[in-house]
């Protein structure tokens, strides 16, 4: 059974969030609940992918501003995130939800529900090859659901699949009707560019810059999107200057919003200009909201 395949593994994806280390979508699986005798068990379309996508809207900003994270995938080894353990009551858990699952497959082999289900806890588990497999199978089932293909290409990254996980997000794009959002776009570029095809991520990205700048927006707002290229010009070597303008560029035509100051602060302070950076963030905080402030604190070091 692949509960069993699962159980050296000691991963979660279901833990607080990490300021310095945000979760991507593949680690917000955790607050997908149920399983299949449970009376949510059976959702929509939207589903407990949907689910699980919609609660990484905050964090996706915030890997978007910070020094660490690359673009949503993690510094690990193939198919392992640096995640907490479970605890054995929550390890067990999960094994007898999948294991649910995996009988309600056995009755019913198209039974989209269960598919669904059982790839989310076994990517809790940490088993991302099984995860991966019953996602293709889904994606198969329910050939236009944007936030299945999404989580494909988390998956994939997850295992160091680079060309594969951009497949899979351009897939969700198109399927969204061919307008990214900051999720989707996060992975799109992070799999070239971790894939050494730095330009190609930064024209990925350069062109949702473009169109949030034009008539009547895009779907990835304005300060997303420069917040998303000065990522990906930070963490390409030699463009730290092009990190260091995008940033300007973005207070310039946001004076007020903390983001760009902060964004800016990390990077200098990555590159050692730390009395610079402490004026950034002295600025972030002072025009962040109440409830992102600490955010600010956290990230500043404060």
Known sequence: MRVEKAQEKATVL??????????TMGAALGSVAGGPGESDARRS?????????????????????????????????????????????EREARETRAREFEEALSRDPRDETALE?????????????????????LTQLRPSDAD???????????????????????????????????????GLAGAPGRGGREAEAVALVKAEVARAGGPGGGPVGAVEARLL?????????????????TYDELISASPEDFRGYLAKGVLLRDNGSKGDAQRNFI???????????????KISGK
Do not use: C
């Open 148 to 186: 299945a293909w999404r989580l494909l290409g988390e998956v994939r990254g997850f295992q160091a699949k680079y060309g594969a996980a951009a497949d899979a997000y351009r897939r969700s794009i198109a399927e969204s009707g061919g307008a990214a959002d900051l999720e989707q776009l996060q």
């Open 229 to 245: 290229l000065g990522k990906v010009y930070s963490q390409w070597k030699g463009h730290t200057g092009d990190a260091a303008n």
């Open 45 to 89: 379309s939207a589903g407990q992918v949907a689910a699980a996508a919609g609660a990484l809207i905050l964090g996706a900003i915030v890997v978007a501003t910070t020094g660490g994270g690359d673009y949503g995938y993690v510094d690990a080894p193939a198919g392992q995130a640096p995640v907490a353990s479970l605890s054995p009551q």
């Open 14 to 23: 279901v833990s607080p969030i990490d300021y310095d280390n945000p979760p």
């Open 283 to 297: 600025q972030a905080r002072y025009f962040a909201p109440p409830e992102a402030r600490p955010i600010v604190d």
């Open 117 to 137: 289900g059982l790839a989310v806890t076994v990517a809790e588990l940490g088993d991302y090859p099984e995860a991966e497999r019953d996602l293709e199978r």
